[in-house]
């Protein structure tokens, strides 16, 4: 069986993934970072998703992910009872090729912590261990709290390009690639905070089905310590949760030790630990 590249998964496909990932996450435990509103919603303009089947079944699996940004990701797992017959290995030499076809210097293989086929296949390859995350959260809404009169949440609008540029820069090293990425989706949308009228901090929350996401959550560093930040993620979190959601979801770096604190005051707990490790194209 060879690998077969996707443009975009179909309604069965897409089925057989979520089985493939129900039977690996029961072996394994903990979860995968499969990006579900990515894998629904894909551009259909060049691969991203590469499959392995034996007749009807799905055996293996990997996806690429966040190209609008300096290092694509790639995530993928192996049904339990195929492994170590070369398929993660054929599934990673197909998304390389289409990441060395849209250029940049790097990937991220993204390992989950208990998974030594997936640690073993990234060193094996040359890859170095880049940054570790926690997986967090969320399923019971925060303690409560008194509300800060003086703290508002909006939605985030072009104008704010540029600001929220700088606040992600001072949060994540980085700015936001672009324009798209203030705009509204079907599952997602990017909020401003502001604290006595001024912009204090941004957030961007996904929603999936009954999941809700947090993600990009930052606040400017001159306002931090002074409870901006928890009571922020606790009101978009009571949002998500009584819209519907049965969890909120959201990754932290293992050596964030303030926003690690932060987040389980909220009420997150630990799901899982994944290893991203550079490979070089």
Known sequence: MAVRASKQLSAGELEALAALEARAVGADGGRLKLEWGALRSRPGHAPRDFTWWEQDTLLGFAGLYAFNTAKVEIAGMVDPGARRRGIAS?????????CREHGGESVLLVVPRNSPGGRQLALGRGAQLEHSEHAMVLRCSPPPAPANPALSLRAADLPDLEVLSELMLAGFGH???GPEE???TERSQTLVAEYRGRVAGTVRLSRD????????FTIAPQ???QGIGREVLSRVCRELLSSGMREVGLEVAVDNDHALGLYR???????????????GL
Not at 209 to 215: A, E, L, M, Q
């Open 90 to 98: 054929a599934l990673l030499d197909a998304a390389l090729t289409v």
């Open 175 to 177: 700015p936001l690639s």
């Open 182 to 184: 203030l705009l509204p």
């Open 209 to 216: 089905g009954d999941r809700g996401g947090v993600y990009g």
């Open 223 to 225: 306002l931090r310590g």
């Open 265 to 279: 005051s909220v009420g997150f707990t630990p799901l899982a630990t994944e290893d991203y490790y550079e490979l």
